[in-house]
């Protein structure tokens, strides 16, 4: 019974989007989390994603508007409506996947690195560790050992332990990466990478069926034709991730 | 999982006591509502520390403002002008920011028969960095509504109680300042209730919640991004904001009274 | 925005800062400045439009009127405003589509609440999907403002409550024993009276106003705050123009921008409160 009615919903929905939407979306991104997403000295969102969105876009055929969002309210603007994806560097996790889809990955899972001031060599396990609110990393820290400072954006995590706030910041890897490098050594890796989460995919509102499956098909395109593998060894200093 | 279950685990959840873990899938609204009044301590800790210690020194600042010495009157006006003409989230920010900054260094202090550490660290967590700007606002706001009220003292009460032979400490003190009071209580109030309000501000600014102990505000938004739902906690919060400020409202009521009850 | 910028890696000091300053971003944060001023001027109409309706439905005639003028008063006084930008926006929003969903769609089979997605018609979804980001900007600046204005409507209706009670009721009675109906009453008497006692108020409540616009962030506009903070964050070799966290800067700016606001406007008032108690039997009234 339940599915019928499901079946039916999809077909009514796609029956009445193709007849009326000229196949406009919005992409809806953070804009703070270099090399993902961030918004260039133009003003305008770049990065990573922004370049695989407008690949898919083609693809797909679809016209597509960038607009950011904070982080904390991503999702619920998500299904309220006010933009049709989220792609801002989210990984796939059960969590979220309760509440939204996610298309297929269009990033492997990067493992989250810890960051100190260099020369630190603490336990990590109960240290003070700096990470975003509601990041996978938060969570991961949460319900570890460790003592959890949260953070609005993903620059106060960093500046946290620059001034001595915490001992260390748990991150994506990539994000980090940027930061180390440009900080003339002030910054560096410590402990051991840990993976938590799975990919980065698309999210999508679960009744939006036909979206996600135009976007499958696009994603699955530009990893076919090694744009995609060309984009991340273009944007994670030369990555080779094989599709 | 009963809900009485629930308040024991998490009541004092926003002290650090209870159960550790926050609750991450199948959120009850138990937990919703037993968790945001758990960070509503935290509210009415800000409020009572800032309003506590905001009052006395609101009212040295409003005298201050009055005096006719210069070297008093220019810098409590200064102060009340820079903290009034901006806004308290951009104040939390610039403070924070200024705390970090701040060599982290302790002393210990000897008083005879205990010592107590002191830490600038501390500067920065919200319990001691954030009251301090919240004192620091109210009165500022507060010493601005003491001086205007100062102001109008009426001049014959004055003149009264210098014929009968009192100084001017004891005029200061016994005619002065609770007349003012009377005066300013129903503006003073409803800068208690802004302060009041103004406490959900806190973690949302630029102090950071540590081991996932927060205010009511940090708990509605956590579970707003849990359950992908704003509908249902911040309405919660909202309804525990209106009962607490009719609590508030019902104190300075009763406050109102005994400093009027000698009128008839 | 100069020929000299084509390159940023090859400037440097004076002419780094005005290629620096003159960034498609910085413009935009120039221009959010603009955005916190329309909102004030456009917020100020509808918070005295619903400020009369509240002080008048308190005192109206009918008791349920009273009634819904007394709990909107004090429900909004009651509720922190960030904690009401958190969700009356957006239930706004989805009122407003549900509405037209209802209008446009009648023949939409499926449910609008499907699990957590808020769903109507492609037609019905407020601003259409098509529409250009402007327009997407514009609606949600639109929604602030609303916002913005519902919950300093009720403080204004406290305040003009509080200022129709003022007006000496020896005045209205006189004017009653000339013969004058309740209408004329309201309009030549009560009315031009009230603005005395209601300015220090509204003065008041136009500063408090003036210090919540940075909460115009939490609502998705993109205003002076944001660009602060996107402008001030650490800018990795990946930018044009790298720099370390300058956010304390990008904020002292803001401080001061207020500070020279309330300044101005504080002079503004005590102008207009000698202007408007000339004549009246107030303290700061000349006879």
Redesign the interface.
Known sequence: MKLTTLLT?AA??TG??SA???D???MGTE??Y??YN???????VDGFEREVGDALCERAELEC?W????W??I???L????Y?TIIAGMSITD?RD???DFTSEYFPPDPSTYVALAGYDGDLSGAVV?AQ??TIQA?YI??SGA?????A?P??T???V????ADAVLADDAFLA??V??SNGELAFTGEPVSIGGGIGMGI????TELKDKMNAAIASIKADGTLTALIAKWFDGRMVKY | MSCAQTFTDYAFRALGYGERALPKADISLCEQIVLIGSGLIWNVYFAVVALGFGFFFASLVAFGRASDRKWLSLPAATFIFLVRGSPLFIQFFIVYETFVLLPKVGWDINLGFIEIGIETRWLTRAWLGAAIVLFLNTSAYTAQIFYGALKSVPRGDIEAARAIGMNTVQINRRIIWPTMLRLAWPSYTNEAIFLFHATALVFFSSFPAWQQRGDSLYYASYFADKTFNPFVPYPIIAGFFILFTILLILLFGWANKRLNRHLS | MFNHCADPSLVDGLSWWSCYLTTGKHINFYQSFLVVFALLLLTVPIILAFGFAGALARRSRMLPVRWFGLGYTSMVRGIPDIIFFLFVPIAMDQGIEYLRHQWKCSDWLEPVRQGNDFVVCTAAKMPLGISPQWVHETYGFLLATLAFAIVFGAFAANTLHGALGAVPKAQLETAAAFGMSRGQIFRRIHLPQMWAYALPGLSNLWMILIKATPLLFLLGVEDIVYWARELGGTKTARFAYPHPDWRLGYFLVLLVFYLGLTWVSEKFFNNLTRRVSKGQTTIGGTV
């Open positions: 919903t009514l929905a009445i989007a009326s939407m000229a406009a979306i919005r804009g703070a270099p090399p961030f918004v260039n000295d133009a003003g305008e508007t607009v950011t969002n904070d904390d309210s999702i619920p603007n299904v309220s409506g006010n049709d969590e309760e509440v939204i700096a609110t509601s969570s949460a319900s003592t959890l400072v949260e953070f954006t620059e106060e960093v500046a946290a620059r001034n001595g706030e940027d930061i490098n440009a509102r679960e009744s939006d």
